[in-house]
């Protein structure tokens, strides 16, 4: 395959770049900003897809982030590649930051209480969650009795307040990030235009003055 890694990288590897990319998460950062600076389109319709991929990054439907913000981002006629690099604002540094302010919110509004150790209550009922899957899957299979106490712990105390509190921090900085990336977005593609123009034209100048020299080469010369 032509896109295929030559050195396979191990499970563990693989884990490590997702957490600590090698160049870090400034490289990283960078790339994303150059890409999207570079999309072929409105700085509007970019910003949009932008929009998208933010606000989806406040769901709590990880594993679906890319499939969900390409469907908000056509449906908002925004950019869909944008949108998946939107969700990137959604990253291992930022994910206990998001989960904090959207279960925070989330229990806040639905009068539910705060949880107190974000990561420990989300790593662990999510742990619980798919350990439930996982046993009830088997035992569709076996004589085991399915047990769901652990996906309703998790639907009650973190999918749900998540999803509700997830609307208004994702929105804020969905909105934050689209005022923001419009004029950075305006200001690069008139500049980068800018620049293609006077390339153009040094280009047609130096033709220009070719033309000219061979027009004077083929002249007759006076005796």
């Not at 679906?64 to 950019?79: D, E, P, S, T, W």
């Not at 279960?103 to 209550?121: A, K, P, Q």
């Not at 999803?163 to 909105?175: N, Q």
């Amino acid at each position: 395959m032509i896109f295929k890694r030559r050195d396979k990288r191990s499970w563990l590897n693989t884990a490590r770049e997702f957490l600590w990319p090698r160049g870090g998460w400034a490289r990283a950062f960078h790339y994303v900003k150059h890409r999207l600076r570079r999309l072929p389109d409105e700085p509007e319709t970019i910003a949009r897809g932008i929009w998208a991929g933010v606000f989806t990054a406040f769901t709590p439907f990880y594993g679906l982030h890319f499939l969900i913000a390409a469907g908000l981002a056509k449906a908002m006629r925004g950019n869909i590649l944008a949108a998946l690099l939107g969700t990137f604002f959604g990253n291992p540094l930022t994910y206990i930051p998001i989960g904090a302010a959207s279960l925070g919110t989330g229990h806040f509004l639905l009068g539910t209480g705060t949880v107190i150790d974000v990561e420990r209550s989300l790593g662990g009922k999510f742990a619980d969650a798919f350990l439930d899957l996982a046993h009830n899957f088997t035992a569709l299979f076996s004589d085991r009795v399915a047990d769901w106490h652990g996906l309703h712990v998790f639907f009650a105390e973190v999918f749900y307040p998540y999803l509700v509190g997830g609307i208004f921090p994702g929105v804020i900085c969905a909105y934050a990030c689209y005022f923001l990336s419009v004029p950075v977005i305006r200001a690069y593609k008139n500049r980068r235009k800018g620049m293609l123009k006077k390339k153009l034209a040094e280009i047609r100048e130096k033709a220009a003055q070719k033309a000219a020299a061979k027009k004077v080469e083929g002249q007759p010369h006076d005796p």
